[in-house]
């Protein structure tokens, strides 16, 4: 069997154009992408995944791999993947800056410890958030939701030079500003919780100003600080869950025209 230059480098694109994407998405979403799965385990579940969406797809373009044109699509393939897996990211920073906020509140903003995800300092409470949010995220299917939303992306959105729209990566900005508004969400009810024991303590101190606040205060502070945590945590998983379900339908509507 004979093949010409043109038909190699059609191959070459059919394959590495999906694994562009997929791999993209991949090291840009939770859990997977994060630095306990080794650069392997990804690259073989990225060959996989493509191996298997390639009968699947539509007509590729007739671009050569090689040319201007071709590295144009493959630049459109990975920003595609990365805006889809960079939408569930946010939800996960939303839950590190309230952990960090409950955690400042309650006199524990100085207990961190060494995110194993991202490889940097963060509150214990962040970091609890974090592993609560990561447990729901695979128990609700969140990556084989992910990766179905890549594979069908290749139908709404097929492989070409044009990829996503301006509009769409302006709705990725403004979902910037929901890891905020998400954060505030999760953690308002503590934050509240938690003013209004500190405003007990400063009435108590106004009270009895022979009271040491610094010596009493701070131990009750952050025993009450738990119990609030535990009256108030069956009620974070509804929000993150709202969170989760809202950065889904934006990754779907980026990859639909």
């Known amino acids: ?4 230059f043109a038909q190699a480098t059609a191959f070459v694109g059919s394959l590495i154009w999906p694994m562009m994407r997929i791999g993209s998405m991949l090291i840009a979403m939770p859990v997977i992408g994060t630095r306990l799965v080794p650069t392997r385990v990804k690259i073989i579940i990225t060959f996989v995944l493509s191996v298997l969406v390639i009968p699947l797809l ?3 373009p007739q671009v050569e791999a090689l040319s201007l044109e071709g590295l144009l699509v493959s630049v459109q393939q990975i920003l595609i993947g990365l805006s889809m897996g960079f939408t569930l990211q946010l939800v996960f920073g939303a839950l590190m800056i309230a952990g960090e906020a409950i955690a400042m509140s309650m006199g524990l903003g100085f207990a961190s410890m060494v995110d194993p995800t991202n490889g940097v300092n963060v509150p214990v409470i962040s970091q609890f958030l974090i592993i609560i949010g ?3 995220f695979l128990a609700l299917g969140g990556h084989l939701t992910l990766i179905q939303l890549v594979v069908s992306s290749f139908e709404s ?3 070409s ?3 996503v729209g301006r509009d769409s990566f302006w709705a990725l900005f403004a979902w910037g500003s929901q890891m905020f508004i998400g954060a505030l969400w999760v953690a308002i009810p503590a934050l509240i919780s938690m003013l209004v024991i500190t405003l007990s303590m400063g009435v108590m101190t106004r009270a009895a100003p022979q009271l040491n606040i610094f010596s009493v205060g701070f131990p009750v502070t952050m025993f009450m600080g738990f119990i609030i945590l535990l009256l108030v945590l069956p009620g974070f ?8 379900l809202q950065a889904m339908q934006l990754s779907q509507s980026i990859v639909t025209p």
Request: charged letters at 15%.
């Open 1 to 4: 069997m004979d093949f010409d």
């Open 134 to 136: 990561t447990l729901l």
């Open 161 to 163: 030079p044009t990829g």
């Open 58 to 60: 539509p007509d590729m």
């Open 237 to 244: 998983l509804p929000r993150i869950n709202q969170m989760m």
């Open 157 to 159: 959105l097929p492989i």
